[in-house]
């Protein structure tokens, strides 16, 4: 709906004086309302009145409402008359000019004899014509600024610029009908909308047409008039009008040509010695790597010290070599087909991360650089950046952003078509979230794979997402260096003054196929012969520079014969290597942490009473000092039963997580916790944030509030909990990221209901389950997922715990040896542990031990729902104190336990279920024969607990119980691994060559402890591989029997009745003797 249009029905009903608010949103109304738009005489009679001015019109209108005095006399005098009634085109009599004068500008009338027509005298009235042809240029200089981009000549390849016939009045449209040819030697005083004259004030249509043609259609198109800044927009006008703006020093085009020189040199050496290898070539987008280099530059002299960045495959090697200058002889070893030296799976080459501090040589400066390891799932590392990008700058105290930057490149196709670009987007500026701006570099090579865009997008540009967070985007041609610099140079500079993200898209061509080995004529023939025939950018650049004198023939080759001779000396070096090293690719080291440390030894868990009691009291009172803090009543009772636990010396759930988090916090570690809602908790049962209840009707936004958690001791460490915005993808990814930067912080993400999880699949499956083994990097991240079926229907009952665990990476045919350190060296071999807890100490042990560990592995707790509140879900202090710990297992303790040779049978279950057991064994009598063990560490299993378990009850049937139906669920984890318990023949043992089959992370972390073999000297591959005893080691014959709900497509029935009549069903198979 066209403001103007709104404005002049609103000006038919507001008057001085109306509050600000009930006018706009009588605005909105009427903008909505067809009915009263206005009658089209009233518009056609007050011509100025139309699209361009009419930002103008309501800015004065919406000043004039609140002081009439603010406004020129003649716009008070305008609106008087049009909210007294005057009828169409009567209200009008002169309007100001739409720029104020400035210093530098001149009065509008002082121009009449220029402007007008020759028989007009300067003090005469300035005519209808003289302000028409000055609103219509107004509306040209706007147009441009809108529109000059979708006639800008983007594209090397020309295959989607406009004719240059055609391409003015698409900008223009009819502003430019009024002007005849002789109209364009006239001046025209310009607006302060505009930068275009320089010093200048006026300037003939002409010269000005022109300046706007150079700004905002030649090689880069700029897209930003719909941010809502005034202050930005005219930040960006400046960037790009002012003449002269993309002035460059000989000294600048040569080090460009350098630059240049190396993006294409690296590839064609590439090209050369590994013709058949897929390396995903930056062949047509060969300034990435100069544009990489121009924001470093541009941002480290502007203070960043710090650059995280992540990437998909185009270009990468290119990237680490020549933007993070990773030798080159590691990566021509990776094309070698070497056997690893280290621990790990490792990963293909295009997707290694890796980190560098190294001396930026244009500014002087020290700079660190990190380009995040990510796997094939295009735009998944986004948020995983974000969040590593955060942490550094949370832990940096790097409040704005000043210091860490992060980077982000994508490919066209991905960009506009992976969601998770949207969701991580939508981050960039929450306060919890963002990492105070982005820069976003798009390889805009006009292609995915085999799809053209028509065919893969429904925007008109790739980077059309960017506009939901009002991003400026710069798009530019590709093989016109200079204006890359430029946009790279404004790129850096908007980062810094407004922190918020923006968009290069370099818009480029794709030489070769999708990878090296692929023939993009079979579907893209018309491009690729446009292609061939194409220069590529370093020549038409080089050519340039010496046709404009900056250097010479002779120059251009020499710095390319350098660069060779530097890549063969680099390929010479290479092939004297045996082996490749996991090692050199992590790309967020640890320096420091697993420094003196034992590896199989972890910290305490149990804490003294007095913390516990001191959290605890904290945790259930109201911020002290503040009196007048308003407390919800119904809050008011949780705290008052919370206080009430304290005094009888026990815990629920949301105090055994309290008071693991609050420990932490007194330990100096950093907790942050992060989801949908977490602050009050989903099941309203956690309540971090206490809310002042007063609200005060100047402020919409609730601001006192209280953090009890943050406010335990003077000196802890700072807690934060954040309600997330509604993603699971880009938040967990987020949260991974922000966990791999210090291992001293419990960072845990929490689901809604455990089943969202699913929507963030590739982060568990390609980052959390994965990542250690591919890039050898760890993380202590929890997933807190609630679980359980409480007839709430197939969603949101399951957290899908089978899933987990059939990802786990321990074998279930072997046993490892039971030694003292069994269950540390369990969670070390393993990729990450599962688990769901039955009470709140556990929870509270598991939570601590997260950090009590020398290494760092990802937690998948299964979390409970109604035990949240159930009385029995309780655990007394004694269960937390020092000497206790986390219990992999938590036997039988009740009167089955006293007599265990008469009982009949042993109940292994996990989570929930447990009370629904021993409530239904209680009712029917079976406390004697019947034992019930909770196994609360899934994975790794607790074979040795387990195994203690059952020869404690030697007559006794094995049951396996669970609530989940039996396709799902642990089952069949548990069968096979209840199996090789008491029947494994095989026992694994540590063998002689331990060491070496543990040379894995911990080797390479803890060198001094394994001083007679480096990872350099023995591949694992060579290594004998741990050996299994042939030694029987067990015989029990007896089988674990199910007893749960048959298997099912669905989760869970969306029937109360049936889901009762089930679990009945479960209770009674799992006790009837
Ligand atoms: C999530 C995801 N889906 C599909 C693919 C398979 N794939 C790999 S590259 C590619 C094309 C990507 O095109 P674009 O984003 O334009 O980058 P380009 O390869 O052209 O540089 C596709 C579809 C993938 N890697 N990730």
């Known amino acids: 709906m066209n403001r103007a249009r709104a404005m002049s029905y609103l000006l038919s009903r507001a008057s001085p004086g109306m509050p600000l608010g009930a006018s706009r949103a009588w605005l909105i109304g009427a903008t909505r309302s067809k009915a009263s738009a206005p009658p089209s005489a009233a518009l056609a009679a007050e011509p100025f009145l139309n699209g361009s001015s009419s930002n103008y019109v309501e800015e004065m209108y919406t000043a004039w409402l609140s002081d009439p005095k603010s406004v020129h006399q003649s716009w008070d005098t305008f609106f008087r008359n049009a909210v007294s009634g005057a009828r169409p085109g009567e209200a009008y009599t002169a309007p100001p000019s739409l720029a104020e004068p400035q210093a530098n500008h001149v009065p509008l009338t002082s121009l009449a004899p220029a402007l007008a027509s020759p028989q007009m005298v300067s003090d005469a009235p300035i005519s209808d014509k003289v302000i028409d042809d000055h609103l219509a240029v107004q509306g040209i200089i706007r147009a441009y600024q809108i529109r000059g981009h979708s006639i800008a000549k983007i594209d090397p390849l020309g295959i989607n610029t406009v004719e240059d016939s055609q391409s003015r009045a698409l900008v223009v449209r009819n502003y430019m009908n009024r002007f005849s040819e002789s109209d364009m030697e006239r001046s025209f005083k310009l607006p302060l909308s505009t930068f275009v004259g320089g010093s200048e004030t006026t300037l003939p249509l002409k010269e000005i047409i022109k300046r706007l043609e150079d700004a905002y259609c030649r090689s880069i198109g700029v897209e930003f008039m719909f941010i809502n800044s005034l202050e930005q927009c005219n930040w960006i006008r400046q960037k790009f009008e002012t003449p002269g703006i993309m002035y460059m020093s000989a000294q600048e ?36 790597i100069p544009a990489m280099k121009q924001v470093i530059d541009r941002s480290t002299s502007l203070g960043v010290e710090s650059f995280v960045m992540g990437m998909p495959h185009r270009g990468r090697l290119n990237v680490l070599s020549n933007v993070c200058r990773k030798p080159l002889e590691h990566i021509f070893c990776q094309f ?297 009543r119904g809050l008011q009772r949780i705290l008052n039963a919370r206080m009430e636990m304290v005094k009888e010396r026990t815990i629920d759930w949301a105090m055994g997580e309290a008071v693991a988090f609050g420990s932490l916090l007194k330990e100096g570690i950093h907790v942050r916790l992060s989801g949908q809602d977490v602050e009050r908790g989903t099941f309203s049962h956690r309540h971090h944030i206490l809310h002042h209840q007063k609200v005060t009707n100047d402020s919409p936004v609730d601001k006192s509030q209280y953090n009890a958690l943050a406010h335990l001791y003077p000196d802890q460490a700072p807690y934060t909990v954040c309600n997330s915005s509604l993603s699971e993808y880009a ?109 709140p100490a556990n929870l509270f042990h598991i939570l601590r031990r997260q950090i009590a560990l020398p290494f760092r592995k990802p937690l998948i707790l299964m979390t409970p729902k109604s035990l949240l509140r159930h009385p029995e879900a309780k ?90 139906h039996k396709n799902m669920g642990a089952w069949s984890y548990i069968q096979p691994r209840i199996a090789t318990a008491l029947n494994c023949e095989k026992h694994l043992i540590p063998s002689a060559s331990e060491s070496q089959e543990s040379q894995s992370w911990y080797e390479y972390w803890f060198p001094w402890l394994f001083p007679t073999s480096s990872p350099s000297e023995v591949s694992p591959s060579e290594a004998p591989a741990t050996t299994q005893s042939e030694t029987p080691v067990a015989s029990d014959t007896r089988v674990v029997r199910y007893a749960g709900r048959p298997v099912s497509a669905s989760p869970a029935t969306g029937n109360k009745k049936t889901h009762l009549r089930e679990l009945k069903n479960l209770l009674e198979d799992a006790l009837a003797l």
């Open 731 to 839: 938040v967990l990814g987020f949260e991974l990221g922000f966990s791999m930067t210090n291992p001293n912080a419990l960072v845990i993400w929490e689901a809604q209901f455990g089943d969202f999880h699913n929507t963030a699949q590739c982060i568990i499956d390609q980052f959390i389950a994965s990542g250690q083994s591919k890039w050898i990097r760890q993380t202590g991240l929890v997933l807190l997922l609630p679980h359980g079926m409480e007839g709430m229907g197939p969603e949101h009952s399951s957290a899908r715990l089978e899933r987990f665990l059939q990802m786990t990476s321990d074998d279930p045919d072997i046993l490892p040896a039971f030694s003292s350190d069994f269950a540390i060296r369990q969670l070390s071999d393993i990729n990450w542990i599962v688990a769901s807890c039955s009470t």
């Open 875 to 964: 655990s007394p202090f004694d269960d937390m104190v020092e000497g206790t710990e986390f219990q992999r297992v938590i036997p039988e303790a009740g009167p089955a336990s006293k007599n265990p040779a008469g009982v009949k049978r042993l109940i292994f279950c996990s989570g929930k279920v447990y009370y629904d057991l021993t409530a239904a064994r209680k009712e029917a009598g079976l406390e004697e024969s019947i034992a019930i063990s909770r196994m609360e560490q899934i994975a790794p299993f607790p074979y040795d607990l387990v195994k203690q378990e059952c020869d404690k009850y030697p007559e006794a049937e094995l049951v396996w119980s669970q609530e989940e």
């Open 253 to 288: 085009k040569r080090l460009l040509l350098a630059r240049l020189t190396r993006s294409h040199g690296f590839e064609a050496f590439l090209a050369r010695k590994f013709s058949s290898e897929k390396r995903f070539g930056l062949e047509g987008c060969e300034i990435l």
């Open 336 to 632: 070698a087909g070497l056997d690893t030296g280290d621990e790990g799976s490792g990963d293909v080459k295009y997707h290694l991360g890796t980190y560098v501090e190294r001396l930026n040589r244009v500014t002087n400066k020290n700079i660190r650089l990190a380009i995040v390891a990510n796997p094939s799932h295009l735009e998944a590392v986004n948020p995983v950046v974000q969040g590593k990008t955060r942490a550094e700058q949370f832990y940096h105290g790097d409040s704005e952003g000043n210091k860490v930057l992060s980077v982000l490149l994508h490919g066209d196709a991905a960009f506009s078509g992976q969601g998770i670009v949207y969701e991580t987007f939508h981050l960039s500026e929450l306060p919890q979230y963002t990492t105070h701006g982005t820069i976003h570099v798009v390889v805009n090579n006009q292609i995915g794979f085999t799809t053209d865009p028509r065919m893969s997008r429904s925007s008109p540009y790739c980077t059309d997402v960017a506009r939901v967070v009002n991003a400026p985007i710069f798009h530019v041609n590709a093989d016109d260096p200079e204006a890359v610099m430029h946009v790279c140079n404004v790129a850096a500079d908007w980062r810094h003054t407004f922190h918020k993200d923006v968009v290069i898209d370099l818009v480029c061509y794709r030489r070769n196929g999708h990878n090296e080995i692929d023939e993009p004529m079979f579907t893209q023939p018309l491009m690729y012969n446009r292609i061939r025939k194409l220069k590529p950018c370093i020549d038409l650049y080089s050519d340039k520079l010496v046709s404009e004198g900056v250097v010479t023939k002779e120059e251009a080759k020499e710095v390319r014969d350098k660069y060779e001779k530097i890549l063969e000396e680099a390929f010479a070096a290479a092939k004297m290597e045996t082996r490749v090293f996991n090692k050199h690719w992590i790309d967020s080291p640890w320096s420091g942490f697993f420094e003196g440390k034992d590896p199989l030894r972890a910290s305490p868990t149990g804490i003294h009473e007095d913390t516990i009691t001191h959290i605890c009291r904290r945790f259930s009172s109201a911020p002290p000092n503040a009196s007048d803090f308003v407390i919800h």
